[in-house]
């Protein structure tokens, strides 16, 4: 089955890099994407990452794969208040849904 | 602004009553997804339509159904409404339907069943 768990919350300090997990069933999965979703809005894809890939770097993201594991993190570099939001992973297998993590509330403190 | 509209964006009913939310998709993209965002089930794939016909289904209960209409709008009715079904329901589309393809969300309509 399809399944894609992550950490409900993470704490981190302003300037601090922070790393948010995530962890899928899926052995088929082809992309794995991470979305950013503030208040009141909708989620907005961040980056995602081809399945035959490691790592992926895009400005102060960068995600990490380790497909013998099933994991994928998304790390954060200097981390800004405006970097405050629920941040999911969300994993596209060979059904062509795009099934998402419940999410991690990442709060930043000044 | 993601280029996907929902409307409305609030909605209050009461329980045993129907509703209709309705999303427009960004110009040009012809697939569709429906997702539902609660408290306890996190965000759920629903329904996915592509230039009109239904292409994938998830957790979607039978007293819910979509369509996509000709002009590619999309509609989810949902029916005789329980109380656990406030949610946040979420329209997002893709120009196709590959397993690239990046999605664009909307705002979401939020759902008070009361």
């Known amino acids: 089955g399809e399944d894609v768990e992550q950490s409900l919350f993470l704490s981190v300090r302003e300037g601090d890099s922070s790393v948010i997990n995530c962890t899928y069933t899926?052995?088929?999965?082809?992309?794995l994407y991470w979305y950013k979703q503030e208040p009141g809005a909708g989620l907005q894809l961040l980056t995602y990452?081809?399945?035959?890939?490691d790592m992926k770097q895009d400005q102060r993201l960068t995600v990490l794969l380790n497909k013998k594991d099933k994991h994928l993190s998304l790390r954060i570099a200097d981390t800004q208040t405006g970097d405050s939001a629920i941040y999911f992973c969300?994993?596209?297998?060979?059904?062509?849904?795009?099934?998402f993590g419940t999410g991690t509330l990442l709060a930043v403190q000044p | 602004d993601s280029g996907v509209t929902q409307t409305p964006k609030h909605l209050i009913t009461a329980t045993g009553q129907r509703v209709t939310l309705r999303c427009s998709p960004r110009s040009g993209d012809l697939s569709v997804y429906w997702y539902q965002q609660s408290l306890d089930q996190g965000l759920q794939f629903l329904i996915q339509?592509?230039?009109?016909?239904?292409?994938a289904k998830g957790n979607i209960l039978e007293r819910f159904s979509a369509q996509q209409f000709p002009d590619l709008h999309s509609e989810l009715n949902l029916s005789s409404l329980e109380l656990g079904d406030s949610a946040l329901y979420f329209c997002?589309?893709?120009?196709?339907?590959?397993?690239?393809?990046?999605?664009?969300f909307g705002s979401g309509t939020q759902l008070s069943v009361l």
């Open positions: 990452i081809f399945s035959n890939m």
């Open positions: 969300a994993e596209r297998g060979a059904t062509n849904k795009l099934i």
């Open positions: 997002a589309s893709s120009h196709r339907q590959d397993v690239n393809e990046k999605l664009f």
């Open positions: 899926d052995s088929s999965s082809t992309y």
């Open positions: 339509y592509y230039n009109g016909e239904e292409r």
